[in-house]
């Protein structure tokens, strides 16, 4: 059954919120001889986005200089980034994410997949709008010159924001997976085509159902069918929007295990997803996160990480005793 979750992140608008005596606590610290960073993380990591947006705009009017400016000239390193990148609005960056993941030495396509298998339309339109604003390009010319083979067609699709919102017909659910079990046997360019248009079109309610009779047709479940007939990125993007359409929480919870155990901290992956997901299902994928792994993401990135950077992250990821 399609379950609507609630989802819950861990960053709230604060109560009694003053931008103006906020600003001023940040100037005090920037300006200071040596840069107060815990003022920094006690305020940035404790308002909500639009709030550290009017606190910007407070201490521009203060101070006539750009806080995000300040901030990369007194900071460092990835204490620098997670500080840096509280201040976008999110559609601002997930643009700013995509365009290094894509104008980089090299092109970073699990950048590409977190972000573009996970969005909604809407999320889409704004990152699309905010990519054409800061960078005066547009984004699916990006990817289309950055990118190739059906990874780039499937990401093309995923840009465009055209999933199909709520609705679901179970007379085609049976048909849709047929179609995807023929085209993980054929694996043709055609079925490799027919594969990505059903999995960025069809609606979340829809694929539940053709994904349940996926496993009725085959015996298998769609993910494992998909790893078995496709290999590389096109296969990482496929399963990354299988799993995205099942439970969004997990799928984030698995990519940030990921990329704390496997790549030995990735620390862009991590700030990336803190980041992105703070004010939306953070709290859930700390959930899923224990649940999966026995050990809570605050423990492991409190074993991983270290000085202002770890409590920075760790203030984001939010943590209740018991997660310790």
């Excluded at 295990?257 to 994928?285: C, P, Q, W």
Aim: proline letters at 2%; glycine letters at 4%; one cysteine or more.
């Amino acid at each position: 059954c399609f379950l609507l979750q609630q989802t819950q992140g861990t960053i709230f608008p604060a109560p009694n919120f003053n931008p103006i005596m906020d600003a001023q606590l940040l100037g005090e610290a920037l300006q200071g001889i040596s840069c107060e960073k815990d003022v920094l993380i006690d305020i940035l990591t404790q308002r909500c986005n639009s709030q550290r947006l009017m606190i910007a705009e407070a201490y521009r009017d203060m101070y006539s200089r750009d806080l995000i400016t300040d901030l990369k000239e007194n900071l460092s390193h990835h204490f620098k980034e997670v500080m840096v990148g509280l201040m976008y609005p999110p559609p601002s960056y997930d643009a700013h994410e995509l365009w290094h993941a894509l104008k980089g030495v090299d092109t970073e396509e699990k950048c590409l997949i977190d972000i573009l298998a996970s969005r909604s339309n809407m999320e889409i339109f704004q990152m699309k709008e905010a990519y054409l604003m800061q960078y005066n390009t547009d984004l699916q010319q990006d990817i289309d010159s950055e990118t190739s083979g059906h990874f780039r067609d499937t990401l093309m699709n995923l840009a465009q924001g055209t999933r199909m919102e709520g609705y679901a017909d179970p007379s085609t659910a049976a048909q849709d997976a047929m179609i995807l079990w023929e085209a993980c046997q054929q694996k043709t360019g055609e079925h490799k085509n027919t594969l990505q248009m059903i999995l960025c079109n069809r609606s979340q309610q829809q694929l539940w159902m053709v994904f349940q009779e996926f496993q009725n047709i085959s015996g298998q479940d769609i993910v494992d069918a998909i790893n078995e007939c496709y290999d590389g990125y096109f296969q990482e993007l496929l399963v990354a929007i299988v799993l995205c359409i099942r439970d969004k929480p997990s799928y984030f919870a698995y990519r940030l295990y990921n990329a704390i155990h496997d790549f030995g901290f990735h620390n862009k992956t991590v700030i990336r997803i803190l980041i992105a997901r703070s004010e939306i299902d953070l709290m859930n994928i700390r959930q899923r996160y224990k649940e999966r792994y026995g050990k809570s993401l605050f423990h492991d990135i409190k074993h991983f990480a270290s000085g202002h950077y770890e409590s920075a992250l760790l203030a984001i990821c939010a943590g209740d005793a018991e997660d310790y």
